[in-house]
């Protein structure tokens, strides 16, 4: 148990569906990121929140929305999704300046 | 752009033996370098780091190396045990430990220990 924990653990959504994944950490942590990780491919940063101030935007699609609505929930709502963003998406978050991330399980998405 | 890569996506080694893991980066600033290890249906959970201004770092079973003029590091693990199967990820950062910045990480390797 990291202190992390993300909902749902799966999800299959088709194309025209909407759906929300959700992160909540009980570290006190500041800082709460949303990764993307392909089959063999290394994990991909999409979304940085500081504070609950969005921080960094990794060039994501706008069919993915993030929400932070305090230091210690974060919302990725996903919106007529394609395949190809079929992922494992992880939630992390991180005290402050030190780097050790702490991830949550994740959400296997499947989009159909 | 991939500024950090890990070659082998996987290596299978005999219970007891030595697992070496190996990574390498290409941006010089990269200063302060990270492990973390996955199993399935689990998140990436930290293992080890070093800083640039060492060469190494132990702790228990796992050693990391660092060589800053080859820009490679390597994690070797010893006695490798049947629990250390897992992906094991190699990640990267600017500006030390303490200063906040993104970690870049490499695609991975599954290591698989054999009883």
């Known amino acids: 148990e990291t202190g992390v924990t993300q909902t749902p653990r799966h999800l299959v959504m088709g194309m025209t569906n909407k759906k929300s994944l959700k992160c909540e950490q009980h570290l006190g942590h500041n800082a709460m990121y949303w990764y993307k990780q392909s089959a063999k491919k290394p994990l991909e940063l999409m979304f940085v929140?500081?504070?609950?101030?969005?921080?960094e935007n990794n060039s994501v699609p706008s069919r993915f929305s993030p929400e932070c609505p305090n230091s210690s929930h974060l919302f990725l709502h996903l919106h007529t999704l394609q395949p190809e963003d079929s992922a494992l998406y992880l939630c992390?978050?991180?005290?402050?300046?030190?780097?050790?991330?702490?991830f949550g399980s994740g959400t296997q998405l499947s989009v159909l | 752009d991939q500024q950090v890569k890990q070659n082998s996506p996987s290596l299978s080694v005999q219970e007891g033996r030595i697992s070496i893991l190996n990574c390498d980066y290409t941006n010089s600033m990269f200063d302060y370098f990270l492990w973390y290890k996955k199993y399935p249906a689990e998140g990436p959970t930290f293992l080890i780091s070093i800083s640039s201004i060492k060469d190494k770092n132990e702790d228990g079973r796992f050693t990391v190396f660092l060589n800053k003029s080859a820009k490679h590091l390597s994690l070797h693990i010893v006695p490798s045990q049947p629990g250390d199967s897992a992906v094991y990820f190699c990640?990267?950062?600017?500006?030390?430990?303490?200063?906040?910045?993104?970690?870049?990480f490499g695609e991975g390797t599954q290591l698989t220990v054999n009883p």
């Open positions: 929140y500081n504070f609950k101030e969005q921080t």
């Open positions: 992390a978050s991180r005290r402050g300046g030190n780097e050790k991330l702490f």
């Open positions: 990640a990267a950062s600017v500006g030390g430990e303490t200063s906040g910045s993104r970690l870049t």
